[in-house]
Protein backbone atom coordinates (compact mmCIF):
# COMPACT_ATOMS: atom_id res chain seq x y z
CA UNK A 1 0.00 0.00 0.00
CA UNK A 2 3.11 2.64 0.96
CA UNK A 3 6.67 2.41 0.15
CA UNK A 4 8.99 4.96 0.85
CA UNK A 5 12.36 4.56 -0.20
CA UNK A 6 15.35 7.05 1.00
CA UNK A 7 13.22 9.61 1.37
CA UNK A 8 15.08 13.75 2.41
CA UNK A 9 13.16 16.67 3.12
CA UNK A 10 15.16 19.81 4.05
CA UNK A 11 12.94 23.30 5.03
CA UNK A 12 14.72 25.98 3.34
CA UNK A 13 15.16 27.85 7.00
CA UNK A 14 16.25 24.96 8.53
CA UNK A 15 19.96 23.72 8.55
CA UNK A 16 19.19 20.08 9.16
CA UNK A 17 17.55 17.71 7.12
CA UNK A 18 14.02 16.75 8.57
CA UNK A 19 13.88 14.12 6.93
CA UNK A 20 17.45 12.19 6.62
CA UNK A 21 16.56 9.38 4.19
CA UNK A 22 14.38 6.75 5.41
CA UNK A 23 12.75 3.53 3.63
CA UNK A 24 9.60 2.41 5.05
CA UNK A 25 6.72 -0.05 3.44
CA UNK A 26 3.42 -0.47 5.07
CA UNK A 27 1.96 -3.98 3.67
CA UNK A 28 -2.11 -3.37 2.71
CA UNK A 29 -4.25 -3.56 5.94
CA UNK A 30 -1.43 -3.29 7.73
CA UNK A 31 -0.97 -0.96 11.22
CA UNK A 32 2.28 0.87 11.62
CA UNK A 33 2.99 2.81 14.61
CA UNK A 34 5.58 5.94 13.79
CA UNK A 35 7.36 6.92 17.14
CA UNK A 36 9.35 9.53 18.10
CA UNK A 37 9.74 13.06 19.87
CA UNK A 38 8.41 16.44 18.62
CA UNK A 39 10.97 17.24 15.85
CA UNK A 40 11.61 13.91 14.72
CA UNK A 41 10.55 14.21 11.75
CA UNK A 42 7.54 11.78 12.05
CA UNK A 43 4.66 14.90 11.01
CA UNK A 44 6.87 15.56 7.98
CA UNK A 45 6.90 12.11 6.94
CA UNK A 46 3.26 12.13 7.07
CA UNK A 47 2.77 15.24 5.17
CA UNK A 48 5.22 13.71 2.37
CA UNK A 49 2.76 10.89 2.53
CA UNK A 50 0.03 12.60 2.43
CA UNK A 51 0.82 14.84 -0.51
CA UNK A 52 0.85 17.81 2.29
CA UNK A 53 4.67 19.57 1.83
CA UNK A 54 4.88 22.81 1.17
CA UNK A 55 6.79 22.27 -1.76
CA UNK A 56 8.04 25.61 -2.55
CA UNK A 57 9.62 25.57 0.95
CA UNK A 58 11.79 22.92 0.86
CA UNK A 59 14.20 20.48 -0.91
CA UNK A 60 13.12 16.72 -1.04
CA UNK A 61 14.46 13.44 -3.07
CA UNK A 62 13.73 9.84 -2.50
CA UNK A 63 10.15 8.05 -3.19
CA UNK A 64 7.27 7.77 -2.04
CA UNK A 65 4.42 5.54 -3.53
CA UNK A 66 0.78 5.29 -2.02
CA UNK A 67 -0.98 2.24 -3.67
CA UNK A 68 1.41 2.81 -7.01
CA UNK A 69 1.08 6.15 -7.27
CA UNK A 70 4.32 8.52 -6.29
CA UNK A 71 3.68 11.30 -4.21
CA UNK A 72 6.72 13.22 -4.12
CA UNK A 73 6.81 14.32 -8.05
CA UNK A 74 3.36 14.04 -9.07
CA UNK A 75 1.44 17.52 -10.47
CA UNK A 76 -0.44 18.94 -7.83
CA UNK A 77 -3.93 17.59 -9.81
CA UNK A 78 -2.87 14.19 -9.37
CA UNK A 79 -2.25 14.80 -5.43
CA UNK A 80 -5.29 16.37 -5.57
CA UNK A 81 -6.72 13.13 -7.22
CA UNK A 82 -5.47 10.82 -4.23
CA UNK A 83 -5.88 13.13 -1.37
CA UNK A 84 -9.14 12.59 0.19
CA UNK A 85 -10.02 9.92 -2.58
CA UNK A 86 -7.31 7.29 -1.63
CA UNK A 87 -5.39 8.90 1.19
CA UNK A 88 -7.39 9.87 4.29
CA UNK A 89 -5.53 12.03 7.17
CA UNK A 90 -6.35 12.89 10.89
CA UNK A 91 -5.00 15.69 12.86
CA UNK A 92 -3.85 16.62 16.20
CA UNK A 93 -5.92 19.31 17.37
CA UNK A 94 -9.82 18.35 16.02
CA UNK A 95 -11.18 21.88 17.12
CA UNK A 96 -8.44 24.08 15.23
CA UNK A 97 -8.42 20.97 12.21
CA UNK A 98 -12.00 22.28 11.27
CA UNK A 99 -13.97 24.78 10.01
CA UNK A 100 -15.24 26.52 12.44
CA UNK A 101 -18.25 28.03 10.61
CA UNK A 102 -18.97 24.53 8.47
CA UNK A 103 -21.49 22.33 10.27
CA UNK A 104 -19.76 19.04 10.74
CA UNK A 105 -22.13 16.67 8.74
CA UNK A 106 -20.83 18.94 5.81
CA UNK A 107 -17.12 19.05 6.43
CA UNK A 108 -17.78 14.95 6.70
CA UNK A 109 -19.35 14.35 3.16
CA UNK A 110 -16.46 17.22 1.92
CA UNK A 111 -14.81 14.59 0.42
CA UNK A 112 -18.01 13.13 -1.51
CA UNK A 113 -18.17 16.91 -2.65
CA UNK A 114 -15.16 16.73 -4.29
CA UNK A 115 -14.57 13.01 -5.65
CA UNK A 116 -17.93 11.98 -6.11
CA UNK A 117 -20.83 12.45 -8.28
CA UNK A 118 -23.52 12.22 -5.65
CA UNK A 119 -26.18 14.41 -4.86
CA UNK A 120 -26.23 16.33 -1.43
CA UNK A 121 -29.09 13.45 -0.23
CA UNK A 122 -26.93 10.71 -0.56
CA UNK A 123 -23.90 12.31 0.38
CA UNK A 124 -25.87 13.36 3.84
CA UNK A 125 -27.00 9.47 3.94
CA UNK A 126 -23.20 8.36 3.22
CA UNK A 127 -21.99 10.50 5.75
CA UNK A 128 -24.35 9.70 8.32
CA UNK A 129 -23.25 6.29 7.47
CA UNK A 130 -19.81 6.82 8.29
CA UNK A 131 -20.62 8.79 11.51
CA UNK A 132 -21.98 5.92 12.96
CA UNK A 133 -19.70 3.73 11.95
CA UNK A 134 -17.30 5.95 14.17
CA UNK A 135 -20.13 5.62 17.24
CA UNK A 136 -21.08 9.24 17.72
CA UNK A 137 -24.10 9.27 19.39
CA UNK A 138 -26.91 10.51 17.16
CA UNK A 139 -25.50 11.22 13.84
CA UNK A 140 -28.74 13.31 13.08
CA UNK A 141 -28.14 15.68 15.50
CA UNK A 142 -24.21 15.88 15.20
CA UNK A 143 -24.39 16.26 11.41
CA UNK A 144 -26.46 19.82 12.32
CA UNK A 145 -24.29 21.04 14.76
CA UNK A 146 -21.15 23.03 14.90
CA UNK A 147 -17.54 22.15 15.64
CA UNK A 148 -17.77 24.57 19.01
CA UNK A 149 -20.55 22.31 20.01
CA UNK A 150 -19.05 19.16 20.34
CA UNK A 151 -16.65 18.05 22.97
CA UNK A 152 -12.85 16.70 21.76
CA UNK A 153 -13.69 13.26 21.49
CA UNK A 154 -16.91 13.56 19.24
CA UNK A 155 -15.01 15.95 17.03
CA UNK A 156 -11.96 13.54 16.33
CA UNK A 157 -14.70 11.38 15.85
CA UNK A 158 -15.92 13.38 13.09
CA UNK A 159 -12.79 13.99 12.18
CA UNK A 160 -12.00 10.24 11.32
CA UNK A 161 -15.52 9.70 10.12
CA UNK A 162 -14.54 12.45 7.38
CA UNK A 163 -11.60 10.32 6.36
CA UNK A 164 -13.26 7.32 5.98
CA UNK A 165 -16.29 8.44 4.46
CA UNK A 166 -15.12 7.54 0.80
CA UNK A 167 -13.13 4.35 1.85
CA UNK A 168 -9.70 5.55 0.94
CA UNK A 169 -7.17 2.99 1.41
CA UNK A 170 -4.93 4.20 3.28
CA UNK A 171 -5.31 6.40 6.61
CA UNK A 172 -2.58 8.93 8.40
CA UNK A 173 -3.46 9.52 11.89
CA UNK A 174 -0.96 12.32 13.05
CA UNK A 175 -0.90 12.17 16.61
CA UNK A 176 -4.79 11.69 16.83
CA UNK A 177 -5.28 10.85 20.14
CA UNK A 178 -2.69 13.30 21.90
CA UNK A 179 -4.96 15.75 22.68
CA UNK A 180 -7.23 13.91 23.88
CA UNK A 181 -8.29 12.69 27.77
CA UNK A 182 -6.79 8.88 28.52
CA UNK A 183 -10.40 7.40 28.53
CA UNK A 184 -11.17 9.00 25.12
CA UNK A 185 -7.81 8.00 23.59
CA UNK A 186 -8.55 4.15 24.41
CA UNK A 187 -12.22 4.07 22.70
CA UNK A 188 -10.68 5.99 19.77
CA UNK A 189 -7.68 3.27 19.73
CA UNK A 190 -10.75 0.83 19.38
CA UNK A 191 -12.34 2.29 16.86
CA UNK A 192 -9.11 2.50 14.96
CA UNK A 193 -8.40 -0.62 15.50
CA UNK A 194 -12.36 -2.21 14.79
CA UNK A 195 -12.13 -0.08 11.64
CA UNK A 196 -8.82 -1.82 10.18
CA UNK A 197 -10.47 -4.82 11.05
CA UNK A 198 -13.56 -4.45 9.85
CA UNK A 199 -12.19 -2.83 6.37
CA UNK A 200 -8.80 -3.57 6.20
CA UNK A 201 -7.99 0.19 5.96
CA UNK A 202 -4.12 0.54 5.77
CA UNK A 203 -2.98 2.74 8.57
CA UNK A 204 0.23 4.68 9.79
CA UNK A 205 -0.10 5.62 13.28
CA UNK A 206 2.17 8.89 14.54
CA UNK A 207 2.43 9.57 18.07
CA UNK A 208 4.99 10.08 20.43
CA UNK A 209 3.53 7.93 22.86
CA UNK A 210 5.29 4.38 22.16
CA UNK A 211 2.40 2.96 24.99
CA UNK A 212 -0.43 4.19 22.61
CA UNK A 213 1.22 2.75 19.67
CA UNK A 214 1.56 -0.46 21.19
CA UNK A 215 -1.85 -0.86 21.93
CA UNK A 216 -2.87 -0.58 18.23
CA UNK A 217 0.03 -1.65 16.21
CA UNK A 218 1.55 -4.78 15.00
CA UNK A 219 4.57 -3.19 13.81
CA UNK A 220 6.57 -0.06 14.95
CA UNK A 221 9.43 2.12 13.50
CA UNK A 222 11.35 4.68 15.75
CA UNK A 223 12.31 7.90 14.44
CA UNK A 224 14.87 10.13 15.96
CA UNK A 225 16.52 13.33 14.31
CA UNK A 226 14.84 12.23 10.67
CA UNK A 227 16.18 8.85 11.16
CA UNK A 228 14.28 5.51 11.27
CA UNK A 229 16.57 4.00 13.93
CA UNK A 230 14.77 1.43 15.30
CA UNK A 231 12.00 -0.83 13.23
CA UNK A 232 10.06 -4.25 14.52
CA UNK A 233 7.41 -6.08 15.70
CA UNK A 234 5.91 -3.97 18.41
CA UNK A 235 6.15 -6.28 21.52
CA UNK A 236 9.94 -6.99 20.21
CA UNK A 237 10.66 -3.05 20.34
CA UNK A 238 8.63 -2.62 23.53
CA UNK A 239 10.14 -5.28 25.61
CA UNK A 240 13.27 -5.56 23.71
CA UNK A 241 14.37 -2.47 22.40
CA UNK A 242 17.70 -2.66 20.49
CA UNK A 243 18.82 0.92 20.04
CA UNK A 244 19.70 3.62 23.14
CA UNK A 245 16.60 6.55 21.94
CA UNK A 246 14.12 3.66 21.57
CA UNK A 247 14.86 2.29 25.69
CA UNK A 248 15.09 6.14 26.86
CA UNK A 249 11.52 6.19 25.35
CA UNK A 250 10.53 3.12 26.96
CA UNK A 251 12.72 4.17 30.23
CA UNK A 252 9.77 7.37 30.06
CA UNK A 253 6.72 5.12 30.73
CA UNK A 254 5.76 5.07 33.81
CA UNK A 255 7.05 1.45 35.05
CA UNK A 256 3.50 0.75 36.08
CA UNK A 257 2.10 0.73 32.71
CA UNK A 258 4.71 -1.41 32.35
CA UNK A 259 4.11 -4.04 34.69
CA UNK A 260 0.09 -4.05 33.15
CA UNK A 261 1.98 -4.48 29.76
CA UNK A 262 3.71 -6.94 30.71
CA UNK A 263 0.89 -8.69 32.34
CA UNK A 264 -1.50 -8.56 29.61
CA UNK A 265 1.23 -10.10 27.32
CA UNK A 266 3.34 -12.96 29.46
CA UNK A 267 1.50 -13.13 32.61
CA UNK A 268 2.07 -12.81 36.32
CA UNK A 269 5.48 -13.75 36.86
CA UNK A 270 7.84 -12.33 34.39
CA UNK A 271 5.86 -8.62 34.84
CA UNK A 272 8.13 -8.48 38.35
CA UNK A 273 11.40 -7.85 36.74
CA UNK A 274 10.48 -5.00 34.54
CA UNK A 275 10.11 -2.87 37.64
CA UNK A 276 13.17 -3.63 39.08
CA UNK A 277 15.26 -1.99 36.85
CA UNK A 278 13.47 1.64 36.61
CA UNK A 279 11.56 2.10 39.66
CA UNK A 280 12.84 5.64 39.74
CA UNK A 281 12.16 6.94 36.28
CA UNK A 282 8.54 6.73 37.64
CA UNK A 283 7.42 10.32 36.96
CA UNK B 1 -33.45 34.28 16.93
CA UNK B 2 -32.89 34.68 20.97
CA UNK B 3 -29.82 36.29 20.06
CA UNK B 4 -30.94 39.04 17.73
CA UNK B 5 -33.76 39.95 20.07
CA UNK B 6 -31.45 40.37 22.51
CA UNK B 7 -28.64 42.56 20.19
CA UNK B 8 -31.72 44.86 19.17
CA UNK B 9 -32.80 45.76 22.79
CA UNK B 10 -29.16 46.30 23.25
CA UNK B 11 -29.67 48.44 20.39
CA UNK B 12 -33.51 50.24 21.65
CA UNK B 13 -31.51 51.20 25.42
CA UNK B 14 -28.00 52.52 24.16
CA UNK B 15 -30.14 54.58 21.23
CA UNK B 16 -32.21 56.33 24.44
CA UNK B 17 -28.98 56.27 26.33
CA UNK B 18 -27.70 58.73 23.51
CA UNK B 19 -30.42 61.01 23.10
CA UNK B 20 -30.65 62.04 26.57
CA UNK B 21 -26.65 62.45 26.83
CA UNK B 22 -27.51 64.84 23.50
CA UNK B 23 -30.18 66.35 25.56
CA UNK B 24 -28.61 66.86 28.75
CA UNK B 25 -25.29 68.34 26.61
CA UNK B 26 -27.38 70.73 24.54
CA UNK B 27 -29.42 71.90 27.81
CA UNK B 28 -26.35 72.59 29.34
CA UNK B 29 -24.93 74.57 26.58
CA UNK B 30 -28.19 75.78 25.22
CA UNK B 31 -28.77 79.66 26.69
CA UNK B 32 -32.03 80.63 26.71
CA UNK B 33 -34.22 79.94 23.49
CA UNK B 34 -36.69 82.58 24.09
CA UNK B 35 -34.09 85.13 24.54
CA UNK B 36 -32.70 84.27 20.90
CA UNK B 37 -36.06 84.09 19.14
CA UNK B 38 -37.02 87.55 20.46
CA UNK B 39 -34.36 89.02 20.47
CA UNK B 40 -32.70 90.96 23.52
CA UNK B 41 -35.30 93.80 23.69
CA UNK B 42 -38.29 91.73 25.01
CA UNK B 43 -39.94 92.30 27.69
CA UNK B 44 -39.78 90.07 30.53
CA UNK B 45 -43.55 89.40 30.31
CA UNK B 46 -43.16 87.96 26.77
CA UNK B 47 -40.00 86.15 27.57
CA UNK B 48 -41.91 84.18 30.25
CA UNK B 49 -44.89 83.90 28.22
CA UNK B 50 -42.58 82.05 25.48
CA UNK B 51 -40.70 79.93 27.90
CA UNK B 52 -43.79 78.67 29.37
CA UNK B 53 -45.19 78.11 25.64
CA UNK B 54 -42.08 76.09 24.66
CA UNK B 55 -42.13 74.38 27.83
CA UNK B 56 -38.76 75.71 29.23
CA UNK B 57 -39.87 76.50 32.43
CA UNK B 58 -40.81 72.85 32.93
CA UNK B 59 -38.29 70.43 34.95
CA UNK B 60 -35.35 69.19 32.92
CA UNK B 61 -36.27 65.83 33.18
CA UNK B 62 -39.90 66.53 31.70
CA UNK B 63 -38.90 68.07 28.55
CA UNK B 64 -36.75 64.97 27.94
CA UNK B 65 -39.60 62.84 27.79
CA UNK B 66 -41.14 65.71 26.18
CA UNK B 67 -38.80 65.98 23.14
CA UNK B 68 -38.16 62.45 23.45
CA UNK B 69 -41.86 61.51 22.46
CA UNK B 70 -41.72 64.37 19.92
CA UNK B 71 -38.48 62.50 18.63
CA UNK B 72 -40.41 59.03 17.86
CA UNK B 73 -43.30 60.54 16.84
CA UNK B 74 -41.24 62.44 13.95
CA UNK B 75 -41.86 66.00 15.80
CA UNK B 76 -38.43 66.96 15.90
CA UNK B 77 -39.20 71.08 17.44
CA UNK B 78 -38.87 73.90 15.82
CA UNK B 79 -36.02 75.65 14.02
CA UNK B 80 -35.02 78.99 15.58
CA UNK B 81 -34.02 80.59 13.19
CA UNK B 82 -36.49 79.32 9.97
CA UNK B 83 -39.28 79.76 12.40
CA UNK B 84 -40.39 76.24 10.46
CA UNK B 85 -40.34 72.40 12.05
CA UNK B 86 -36.65 71.13 11.85
CA UNK B 87 -38.20 67.53 10.33
CA UNK B 88 -39.55 69.79 7.41
CA UNK B 89 -36.51 71.24 7.17
CA UNK B 90 -33.60 68.59 7.79
CA UNK B 91 -35.65 65.76 5.50
CA UNK B 92 -35.21 66.50 1.98
CA UNK B 93 -31.56 67.12 2.89
CA UNK B 94 -31.25 63.82 4.98
CA UNK B 95 -32.54 61.99 1.73
CA UNK B 96 -29.97 63.19 -0.35
CA UNK B 97 -27.01 62.39 2.13
CA UNK B 98 -28.38 58.88 2.73
CA UNK B 99 -28.05 58.17 -1.21
CA UNK B 100 -24.54 59.75 -1.33
CA UNK B 101 -23.26 57.91 1.41
CA UNK B 102 -25.48 54.50 0.30
CA UNK B 103 -23.99 54.85 -3.21
CA UNK B 104 -20.38 55.37 -1.73
CA UNK B 105 -21.21 52.16 0.71
CA UNK B 106 -22.42 50.20 -2.80
CA UNK B 107 -19.23 51.41 -4.46
CA UNK B 108 -17.10 50.33 -1.25
CA UNK B 109 -18.42 46.65 -1.25
CA UNK B 110 -18.72 46.46 -4.88
CA UNK B 111 -14.89 46.96 -5.11
CA UNK B 112 -13.08 45.96 -2.26
CA UNK B 113 -13.93 42.40 -2.26
CA UNK B 114 -12.46 41.58 -5.56
CA UNK B 115 -9.33 43.97 -4.82
CA UNK B 116 -8.69 42.15 -1.75
CA UNK B 117 -9.31 38.41 -2.90
CA UNK B 118 -7.49 39.10 -5.92
CA UNK B 119 -4.54 40.68 -3.60
CA UNK B 120 -4.30 37.46 -1.46
CA UNK B 121 -4.42 35.34 -4.29
CA UNK B 122 -1.27 37.31 -6.03
CA UNK B 123 0.14 38.32 -2.55
CA UNK B 124 3.56 36.36 -3.40
CA UNK B 125 3.53 37.51 -7.08
CA UNK B 126 6.29 40.08 -8.46
CA UNK B 127 4.20 43.09 -9.00
CA UNK B 128 2.13 43.01 -5.41
CA UNK B 129 4.02 45.60 -4.06
CA UNK B 130 2.72 47.96 -6.62
CA UNK B 131 -0.86 47.38 -5.41
CA UNK B 132 0.41 47.72 -2.14
CA UNK B 133 1.80 51.07 -3.33
CA UNK B 134 -1.29 52.16 -5.08
CA UNK B 135 -3.15 50.74 -2.01
CA UNK B 136 -1.18 53.22 0.23
CA UNK B 137 -1.60 55.93 -2.03
CA UNK B 138 -5.86 55.89 -1.81
CA UNK B 139 -5.17 55.67 1.58
CA UNK B 140 -3.29 58.41 2.39
CA UNK B 141 -5.55 61.13 0.10
CA UNK B 142 -7.88 62.91 1.78
CA UNK B 143 -11.58 62.67 0.62
CA UNK B 144 -11.64 66.07 0.53
CA UNK B 145 -8.90 66.83 -1.41
CA UNK B 146 -9.89 63.98 -3.72
CA UNK B 147 -13.42 65.71 -4.17
CA UNK B 148 -11.03 69.06 -5.12
CA UNK B 149 -9.40 66.93 -8.09
CA UNK B 150 -12.23 65.27 -9.13
CA UNK B 151 -14.89 68.13 -9.44
CA UNK B 152 -12.21 70.03 -11.36
CA UNK B 153 -10.72 67.13 -14.04
CA UNK B 154 -14.17 65.27 -13.70
CA UNK B 155 -16.49 68.57 -13.87
CA UNK B 156 -14.49 71.25 -15.01
CA UNK B 157 -12.37 69.82 -17.50
CA UNK B 158 -14.08 66.74 -18.59
CA UNK B 159 -17.86 68.41 -18.43
CA UNK B 160 -19.06 64.91 -16.70
CA UNK B 161 -21.14 66.97 -14.60
CA UNK B 162 -21.60 70.59 -13.88
CA UNK B 163 -20.12 71.24 -9.97
CA UNK B 164 -22.36 73.80 -8.00
CA UNK B 165 -25.44 72.62 -9.93
CA UNK B 166 -27.10 70.21 -8.05
CA UNK B 167 -30.48 68.95 -9.60
CA UNK B 168 -33.36 68.78 -7.39
CA UNK B 169 -33.07 65.26 -6.41
CA UNK B 170 -36.87 64.71 -5.79
CA UNK B 171 -37.95 65.56 -9.46
CA UNK B 172 -34.87 64.35 -11.17
CA UNK B 173 -33.34 61.17 -9.11
CA UNK B 174 -31.72 60.00 -12.31
CA UNK B 175 -28.74 63.20 -12.70
CA UNK B 176 -28.79 63.64 -9.39
CA UNK B 177 -27.76 60.24 -8.73
CA UNK B 178 -25.37 61.01 -11.85
CA UNK B 179 -23.53 64.32 -9.78
CA UNK B 180 -23.65 62.43 -6.37
CA UNK B 181 -22.01 59.69 -8.07
CA UNK B 182 -18.56 61.82 -8.10
CA UNK B 183 -18.92 62.65 -4.63
CA UNK B 184 -19.61 58.94 -3.58
CA UNK B 185 -16.42 57.83 -4.85
CA UNK B 186 -14.29 60.90 -3.37
CA UNK B 187 -15.65 59.49 -0.54
CA UNK B 188 -15.22 55.83 -1.36
CA UNK B 189 -11.26 55.67 -2.91
CA UNK B 190 -9.47 55.59 1.09
CA UNK B 191 -11.82 53.25 2.50
CA UNK B 192 -11.62 50.59 -0.61
CA UNK B 193 -8.17 50.89 0.00
CA UNK B 194 -8.50 50.22 3.38
CA UNK B 195 -11.27 47.89 3.20
CA UNK B 196 -9.31 45.33 0.79
CA UNK B 197 -5.90 45.80 2.84
CA UNK B 198 -7.97 44.42 5.66
CA UNK B 199 -9.75 41.40 3.29
CA UNK B 200 -5.89 40.71 2.08
CA UNK B 201 -4.68 40.40 5.21
CA UNK B 202 -7.56 38.32 7.01
CA UNK B 203 -7.47 35.72 4.15
CA UNK B 204 -3.69 35.17 4.48
CA UNK B 205 -3.76 34.78 8.51
CA UNK B 206 -6.66 32.25 7.40
CA UNK B 207 -4.95 30.26 4.88
CA UNK B 208 -1.99 29.63 7.55
CA UNK B 209 -4.86 27.97 9.83
CA UNK B 210 -5.15 24.08 10.31
CA UNK B 211 -8.81 23.70 8.89
CA UNK B 212 -7.34 25.06 5.44
CA UNK B 213 -4.67 21.94 5.49
CA UNK B 214 -7.63 19.82 6.72
CA UNK B 215 -9.44 21.11 3.55
CA UNK B 216 -6.48 20.39 1.37
CA UNK B 217 -5.99 16.80 2.42
CA UNK B 218 -9.45 16.18 1.41
CA UNK B 219 -8.44 17.39 -2.18
CA UNK B 220 -9.37 20.56 -2.31
CA UNK B 221 -8.08 23.09 -4.39
CA UNK B 222 -7.08 26.86 -4.21
CA UNK B 223 -10.19 28.15 -5.40
CA UNK B 224 -12.50 25.98 -3.57
CA UNK B 225 -10.76 26.23 -0.33
CA UNK B 226 -11.29 29.88 -0.92
CA UNK B 227 -14.39 29.57 -1.58
CA UNK B 228 -15.96 27.15 0.67
CA UNK B 229 -13.49 27.09 3.67
CA UNK B 230 -11.29 30.72 4.00
CA UNK B 231 -13.81 33.69 2.31
CA UNK B 232 -16.35 32.69 5.58
CA UNK B 233 -13.99 33.17 8.09
CA UNK B 234 -12.73 36.17 6.47
CA UNK B 235 -15.41 37.88 6.59
CA UNK B 236 -16.53 38.82 10.02
CA UNK B 237 -13.70 40.82 10.75
CA UNK B 238 -14.08 42.59 7.14
CA UNK B 239 -18.17 43.02 7.88
CA UNK B 240 -17.53 44.52 10.94
CA UNK B 241 -14.90 46.93 9.44
CA UNK B 242 -17.46 48.05 7.07
CA UNK B 243 -20.15 48.81 9.73
CA UNK B 244 -17.68 50.84 11.42
CA UNK B 245 -16.97 52.54 7.42
CA UNK B 246 -21.12 52.78 7.16
CA UNK B 247 -20.94 55.15 10.09
CA UNK B 248 -17.38 56.79 9.58
CA UNK B 249 -18.26 57.78 5.67
CA UNK B 250 -21.47 60.02 6.81
CA UNK B 251 -18.40 62.46 8.62
CA UNK B 252 -16.52 62.82 5.67
CA UNK B 253 -19.31 62.86 3.61
CA UNK B 254 -19.96 66.55 5.44
CA UNK B 255 -16.69 67.92 4.32
CA UNK B 256 -17.22 66.59 0.59
CA UNK B 257 -20.91 67.80 0.54
CA UNK B 258 -19.32 71.50 0.96
CA UNK B 259 -16.75 70.80 -2.15
CA UNK B 260 -19.25 69.49 -4.28
CA UNK B 261 -22.08 71.79 -3.34
CA UNK B 262 -24.18 69.17 -2.73
CA UNK B 263 -27.44 70.21 -0.36
CA UNK B 264 -27.01 67.48 2.08
CA UNK B 265 -27.34 67.71 6.12
CA UNK B 266 -23.35 68.68 6.01
CA UNK B 267 -23.55 72.45 4.88
CA UNK B 268 -27.21 72.29 6.81
CA UNK B 269 -24.97 71.19 9.79
CA UNK B 270 -22.15 73.60 9.69
CA UNK B 271 -24.60 76.55 8.98
CA UNK B 272 -27.00 75.84 11.42
CA UNK B 273 -24.07 75.50 14.17
CA UNK B 274 -23.03 78.54 13.26
CA UNK B 275 -26.28 80.65 13.83
CA UNK B 276 -27.08 78.47 16.95
CA UNK B 277 -29.88 76.48 15.71
CA UNK B 278 -29.66 74.39 18.44
CA UNK B 279 -33.11 72.56 17.68
CA UNK B 280 -31.63 71.37 14.75
CA UNK B 281 -28.08 70.37 15.69
CA UNK B 282 -29.48 68.60 18.36
CA UNK B 283 -31.96 66.62 15.95
CA UNK B 284 -29.01 66.11 13.64
CA UNK B 285 -26.78 64.66 15.97
CA UNK B 286 -29.06 62.74 17.33
CA UNK B 287 -29.83 61.23 14.25
CA UNK B 288 -26.08 60.76 12.95
CA UNK B 289 -25.15 59.07 16.45
CA UNK B 290 -28.00 57.11 15.68
CA UNK B 291 -27.16 56.13 12.39
CA UNK B 292 -23.93 54.50 13.99
CA UNK B 293 -25.36 52.68 16.36
CA UNK B 294 -27.30 50.82 13.96
CA UNK B 295 -24.54 50.60 11.32
CA UNK B 296 -22.38 48.56 14.21
CA UNK B 297 -25.61 46.52 15.13
CA UNK B 298 -26.73 45.43 11.60
CA UNK B 299 -22.98 44.05 11.20
CA UNK B 300 -23.23 42.29 14.71
CA UNK B 301 -26.06 40.78 13.39
CA UNK B 302 -24.96 39.64 10.21
CA UNK B 303 -21.42 38.22 11.73
CA UNK B 304 -23.76 36.53 14.35
CA UNK B 305 -25.51 34.95 11.51
CA UNK B 306 -22.36 34.02 9.95
CA UNK B 307 -20.26 32.53 13.09
CA UNK B 308 -22.98 30.58 15.69
CA UNK B 309 -19.81 30.98 18.12
CA UNK B 310 -21.02 34.84 18.07
CA UNK B 311 -24.34 33.89 19.23
CA UNK B 312 -23.24 32.40 22.48
CA UNK B 313 -22.18 34.57 25.62
CA UNK B 314 -24.51 36.97 27.26
CA UNK B 315 -25.87 34.39 29.72
CA UNK B 316 -26.90 31.03 27.83
Sequence with gaps: ?283 | MKYALRRIMALVLTMIAVSFLTFAAFHLIGGDPAQAILGTSATPERLELLRHEMGLDRPFLVQYFHWLAGFVTGDLGTSYSYRQPVAELIMPKLGVTFVMVMLSFLIIVALSFPLGMQDAQHSEGKFSWVWTVIGQICMAVPSFFLSIIVSYVCGIVLRFFTPGDFPDMYRHFGSALHYLFFAAVCIAVPRIAMCARMLKSTIIGEMEKSYVRTAISRGNDRQAVLKYHVLKNSLVPTIAFLGQTMAEIVGGGIVVEQVFGIPGIGRFLVSSIATRDYPVVQALVVIMAFWVIMAGTIADLINMKIDPRLRLGGGE
Aim: aromatic residues 4%; negative net charge; contains cysteine.
Design chain 1, 1 to 283: MLEIRDLHVKFHNRDREAVGGISLKIGDGEILGLVGESGSGKSVTAMSIAGLLPRKQCDYSGLVLVDGQDMLGADRSVLRQMQGNKIGVVFQEPMSSMDPLMKVGEQVEEVLRIHTDLNEAQRKERALEAMTEVELPDPEAVYNKYPHELSGGMLQRSMIAAAIVNRPGLLILDEPTTALDVTIQAQILKLLAKLNREHGITMLFISHNLNVVRKLCGRVAVMQRGLIVEEGNTDDVFFRPQHPYTQHLIACIPSRVKVIAKRERFGEEEAADVTGGDRNDDE
